[in-house]
């Protein structure tokens, strides 16, 4: 994998390269070839997590710049569209795979609603962005209906716990639901191979088949997997359900663990001003840090996104405030008619 990764980069600085005399020619200077910032940042977290962390952000990139060169003339001459599309295929092969990096089962399984093909970085983002949104919104309706202080501390400890608990029960519950679906259909696959052998090789035919072998190649393949009982059964897992048998849906327990982490490192930052200030002081510091929290949350995703990190870092700051703004507005109304 190291060797594919390495000619891949040769194939791209060979680009840079052929843009870089073009500039030359044309009178231009290029300057110095250095990465943006998402590309060291990503760099970064490969170096710290393994490839699989960034592989799944680098294909959906990729993905999305695959016909870029289609119009461009100079670029079509050289062959440029041809290549992105191959390293486009190559890259949705390897993140598809079981071999390209990739041994982080839970990191892929960080945060059940959010799973994007083993895109653990999305997961983490948008983990700590449920903990960051909830809470902000909750202290900002209870800030709202006129409680301050110790009652607002409380407040957000106890959204803090609450959802917290409620992200890791839930995603303790998916793994384990799936984990326990899959156990149920290889219990029942391998039921159907003690009693019907015959039909089962012949259905790895027809899949063997159907991928392009001859039926001669196909009958062989079947008649070694079928060999043993524990081959026959991870291959029927694998090309008949679609299951890895040796992942079923990975450690429930680690990832309700991250799940809780995740949430809580988000719901966190509304919650933290209140320890340290007192009064409107502390309302205005949970406002200011969430402000800032919820732009360096939108400017991450923009590594998976592909849009620009001020764009992206303003509307997910929009979107926090809006809903913080309509749960303060709630809480007001509430406040007002309890008083009256």
Request: aromatic share 6%; hydrophobic share 50%.
């Amino acid at each position: 994998m190291a060797e594919v990764y390495r000619r891949l980069a040769g194939v791209e600085e060979a680009h840079a390269e052929l843009w870089r005399k073009r500039l030359e020619a044309s009178g231009a200077l290029p300057g110095t070839l250095r990465p943006g910032w998402r590309n060291r940042t990503l760099a970064f977290l490969a170096r710290r997590f393994g490839p699989a962390f960034v592989l799944p952000t680098l294909n959906t990139m990729e993905q999305l710049d695959s016909r870029r060169y289609d119009r461009q003339s100079d670029a079509a001459a050289a062959g440029l569209p041809q290549a992105e599309r191959s390293h486009a295929r190559l890259l949705k092969a390897i993140a598809g795979g079981r071999d390209g990096g990739m041994p982080g089962a839970t990191l892929a399984r960080l945060e059940g609603r959010h799973r994007s093909g083993g895109n653990a970085l999305r997961a983490a983002v948008l983990g700590a962005n449920d903990g960051l949104v909830s809470n902000l919104s909750l202290v900002a309706g209870v800030a709202g209906a006129a409680v301050e202080g110790h009652a607002l501390l409380v407040t957000g400890l106890a959204g803090l716990i609450a959802g917290a608990c409620s992200m890791a029960m839930g995603e303790w519950l998916s793994v384990t639901s799936a984990r326990e679906l899959y156990q149920s259909q290889i219990a029942t696959e391998s039921d159907e191979l003690a009693q019907s052998p015959d039909e089962e090789k012949e259905e790895l035919v027809l899949i063997y088949q159907s991928k392009g072998l001859g039926e001669a190649q196909a009958k062989a393949l079947a008649e070694q997997l079928m060999a043993s009982h524990g081959t026959a059964i991870d291959a029927l897992a694998r090309e008949e359900l679609g299951i890895d048998p040796e992942a079923l849906g990975g450690s429930a327990w680690a990832a309700a663990g991250v799940s809780f982490g995740l949430f809580a490192l988000g719901a966190v930052v509304p919650v933290a001003p209140f320890l340290f200030l007192q009064g409107q002081a502390a309302l205005f510091g949970a406002f200011v840090a969430s402000a800032l929290a919820l732009f360096t949350v939108g400017a991450a995703t923009s590594l998976f996104t592909g849009r620009g990190l001020v764009f992206s870092g303003l509307r997910q700051l929009a979107f926090g405030l809006g809903a913080a703004a309509i749960t303060y507005g709630i809480g007001l109304a509430v406040g007002v008619r309890l008083g009256n």
